[in-house]
């Protein structure tokens, strides 16, 4: 892999995915009240119509804390010595050698990346991504990038 230039090591398209989980729970709720506000079910009686959004919401709350989508940078960019983030409207600009560690975690099938910052910044103490497409199934791969962040961070902090 060759850090002459800048390079995009984020899924490209993570704020669509982000945007994606959220109409679909949207999605499922309208599914669920719609066809009772329609034929009128939901005006006599709201009460198992709401029972069942309830659980629904509850079990979407439930899928955000375990995955932690949220969290999950819209795009990283190697910079060479440093990464450039962005997450919604917060950009920021890490050092490497502010990097302690890159790992990668991997949950349901999905890798994602962790970088853990030695210091806080505006997107909080870690920076979480996935990785570009091209290695969503190569785990090997996946662990190499993460492995050579580490290892840059760690030349960074020795000054080289």
């Given amino acids: 892999m060759s850090y002459g230039a800048v390079q995009i090591i984020s899924f490209r398209n993570t704020a669509l995915f982000k945007r994606g989980v959220w109409l679909t729970a949207a999605a499922l709720v309208a599914f669920v009240l719609i066809p009772s506000v329609l034929d009128g079910g939901f005006v ?4 198992p119509h709401l029972f069942a959004v309830c659980i629904l919401c509850a079990f979407f709350v439930y899928f955000l804390r375990k995955t932690q989508i949220h969290r999950l940078a819209d ?12 997450r919604g409207p917060t950009e920021e600009l890490i050092p490497l050698k ?55 961070a760690k030349q960074a902090k020795c000054g080289r």
């Fill in 44 to 47: 006599q009686d709201p009460t």
């Fill in 75 to 86: 795009e990283v960019m190697d910079c060479e010595d440093h990464l450039k983030v962005r």
């Fill in 98 to 152: 502010t990097v302690s560690q890159a790992e990668v975690w991997t949950s349901s099938g999905i890798h994602r990346i962790t970088v853990r910052l030695g210091e806080s910044t505006a997107l909080g103490n870690q920076i979480e991504f996935l990785p570009q497409a091209s290695l969503w199934s190569n785990l090997p791969a996946v662990q190499r990038l993460a492995h050579s962040l580490t290892e840059r």
